[in-house]
């Protein structure tokens, strides 16, 4: 079954807009949710993440907000520019070891001149 | 100074062939995976190996063996490739309970023909 959920599947906003993409997580255990950026041809590469403790992370222009009640967490992309325009992933796991990272569907986000 | 490579990039092949992926990491970190990427994007995880010994081994046929000679290698051998085992390949590394993510490699694009 599918531990995390993605939405929306792709996203287009015009430059300057705010994206917002959002996530719900199902296992309680996982206290690591990490956003990945991948452009084509490339790997994903971490981009913020947080730990259920806080409840925001803002790193420039990305902002991770997190609601541990609903299981919930969403990555909000402000003043978005062309250069944003990739396929992002969120991602969540357990620190204990042997753990993995489980994805979400990943969102294609375009954002127009 | 590439910090996890693949190769090869791109591998094109016959169904039924033997064929190989390396995946090497000169972070020092003591956790390798590989990863799934199928047409739709979706990330899966195969296996995992935490300093040359396999931590994870999800429902893969078993035409897949992962062999990690050391804990900065992990490579990746596939038997009688099928149609259905086209996909990017994606290596990743990370150091176990630390709180850095996981680092990709820029991913193998196999294509079974």
């Known amino acids: 079954q599918q531990q995390v959920k993605q939405s929306p599947q792709s996203l287009i906003v015009q430059k300057g807009g705010i994206s917002i993409i959002n996530c719900a997580y199902e296992?309680?255990?996982?206290?690591?949710f990490p956003w990945y950026q991948q452009f084509p041809g490339k790997g994903p590469a971490l981009l913020i993440a947080i730990r259920p403790d806080v409840s925001e992370k803002k790193e420039g222009r990305f902002t991770i907000s997190f609601n541990k009640s609903a299981k919930q967490f969403s990555l909000h992309i402000m003043d978005s520019q062309p250069g944003d325009s990739a396929t992002y992933f969120c991602?969540?796991?357990?620190?204990?070891?042997?753990?993995?990272?489980?994805f979400g569907e990943g969102t294609q986000l375009t954002v127009n001149p | 100074d590439t910090a996890v490579s693949q190769t090869p990039k791109y591998l094109v092949t016959q169904m039924g062939n033997d064929k190989s992926i390396k995946c090497e990491q000169n972070l020092g970190h003591d956790t390798m995976y590989w990863y799934k990427q199928d047409s739709k994007k979706f990330l899966k995880i195969m296996f995992s190996y935490n300093n040359k010994e396999l931590i994870i081994n999800e429902t893969v046929p078993n035409r897949f063996s992962p062999k990690s000679p050391d804990k900065a290698h992990l490579n990746l051998h596939i038997n009688s490739l099928e149609l259905g085992d086209s996909a990017v390949y994606f290596c990743?590394?990370?150091?176990?309970?630390?709180?850095?993510?996981?680092?990709f490699g820029s991913g193998t694009r196999l294509t079974v023909v």
């Open positions: 990743a590394s990370r150091q176990m309970g630390g709180i850095a993510g996981y680092t």
């Open positions: 296992n309680t255990a996982f206290d690591y």
């Open positions: 991602a969540a796991s357990k620190s204990a070891s042997g753990s993995r990272l489980t």
